[in-house]
């Protein structure tokens, strides 16, 4: 069956795999398209800086109207990272945009790592409840 949504993915792995990019990778698992393994390699000059990072990518049929539900499967401590694996990133939530693509999302993701967004509802719960 072939959607929009699923041309789309296709289109944004492509672009992922032409663009050779050494900070992540993302590929569709054999048997469902609409799930992705993404690795993200830790920023440098960061405590993540010789991290490999596996994350979950899951599309709906509104992708990409709708934002994918992303998890993080390696452990990691991070302030925007729940620990089920659950991210905290405005594009994942209100500010997502049909422009963003896989490419966008993990560089993000990445970015996140980096740059902690110290408003985040995480972290407020965090500090509320101390």
């Known amino acids: 069956m072939s959607t929009f949504a699923r041309r789309r993915i296709i289109q944004d792995l492509n ?24 690795i993200i390699r830790g920023p440098e000059d960061t405590i993540w800086e010789c991290g490999i990072f596996h994350l979950i990518i899951n599309f709906s049929e509104e992708y990409p ?5 992303v998890k993080f499967i390696s452990k990691i401590f991070h302030p925007n990272v729940y ?4 991210i905290c990133l405005d594009i994942l939530q209100n ?3 049909p422009i ?10 990445q970015s996140l790592l980096n740059d902690p967004n110290t ?3 995480f972290l407020l719960g965090i500090f509320f409840f101390f």
Do not use: R
């Open 15 to 38: 672009k992922i795999n032409k663009d050779q990019n050494k900070s992540f990778e993302a590929s569709p698992f054999a048997n469902n398209i609409m799930c992705c393994h993404a």
């Open 65 to 69: 109207v709708s934002p994918p539900k």
């Open 83 to 86: 620990a089920d694996g659950n």
């Open 95 to 97: 500010q997502w945009s």
């Open 100 to 109: 963003y693509d896989i490419t966008s999302l993990l560089t993000s993701i």
């Open 119 to 121: 408003s985040s509802p």
